[in-house]
């Protein structure tokens, strides 16, 4: 084919082509159309789903037992978390050893807090017991007090035995000096979500996250959130660690508040290690 009649073919292709897409513009539009549709058209059908529960409002915390049936031990649990920490038994306590290693992050933002997932065999030993690490999620302020000191912030741990036990060790953080595993991980905490991001360059070492000492405060909790299930080992490590402002500010932007206030003793006795 001579070069003339080739360039006059190319160009004649690129008009029809464009031809055919303006054509199609209402087309497509209309199957736009009808898709959106399609996915919005059932919600506006059913009725409208329950309440979800919040840490403010109408649906906060001291509406949650009354939103839903197996959310009772909200109210009337009488082994609940956070607590204030005042009156402690030294005591004797199980060592805690740390058997954490780095992860690819898996990061994930589910409305109420972020989470950070581990599934590679991290473990927490308490006297030879082995517990899993499952996750570490964040709440602001830190919910459980010390002698009537609240934290700005603290990371909750949890972790679960073989057996189904499940184990929070909470670490708790004071205004001051930033926090260089928490620079690593803020860039990273997705704004809203889910899904969960996975981000196979970027790890994360839970081990970063822990204070020096190893004493704790110990005492039978439940999880801080719905359904609030008891029979939660419930650990606070004595040492706070430290975060920046600049931190807490970039947090708080994320959850304002995400923390249960503290709850009732009921009698339960907090041991210390001495
Ligand atoms: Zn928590």
Not at 43 to 70: C, I, N, T
Not at 146 to 166: N, T
């Amino acid at each position: 084919m001579p070069t003339e009649t080739r360039t006059i073919t190319a160009h004649t292709r690129r008009r029809d082509e464009t031809d055919r897409r303006n054509r199609a513009g209402p087309a497509r539009w209309l199957a736009r159309w009808a898709r959106c549709a399609a996915v919005a058209l059932p919600l506006v059908a059913h009725a409208a789903p329950p309440p979800h529960w919040q840490y403010s409002g109408p649906y906060g915390p001291a509406q949650w037992a009354e939103m839903r049936k197996d959310y009772a031990l909200c109210a009337r649990g009488r082994r609940q978390s956070p607590i204030d920490i005042v009156a402690t038994r030294r005591q004797a306590q199980p060592q805690l050893q740390f058997d954490y290693r780095s992860a690819p992050l898996r990061i994930v933002n589910d409305g109420h807090t972020v989470r950070v997932r581990f599934a590679n065999g991290s473990r927490l030993l308490i006297g030879g017991h082995a517990e899993t690490l499952q996750q570490f999620h964040f709440h602001i302020p830190g919910g459980d007090r010390v002698q009537g000191e609240s934290f700005p912030m603290a990371m909750h741990f949890l972790h679960k035995s073989r057996s189904g036990q499940l184990v929070a060790l909470v670490v708790l953080f004071r205004l001051g000096a930033r926090n260089e595993a928490l620079a690593a991980l803020l860039p990273n905490m997705p704004e809203a979500g889910p899904p969960e991001r996975v981000l196979p360059d970027t790890r994360v070492d839970p081990a970063d996250l822990l204070p020096a000492s190893n004493a704790y405060y110990a005492y039978d909790g439940s999880l801080t959130a719905p359904p609030c299930t008891e029979g939660v080992r419930w650990i606070v490590m004595q040492q706070p660690l430290e975060l920046s402002a600049v931190q807490l500010a970039r947090l708080s932007a994320l959850f304002p508040n995400n923390a249960r206030p503290v709850q009732a003793l009921h009698g339960r006795v907090v041991t210390q290690t001495p």
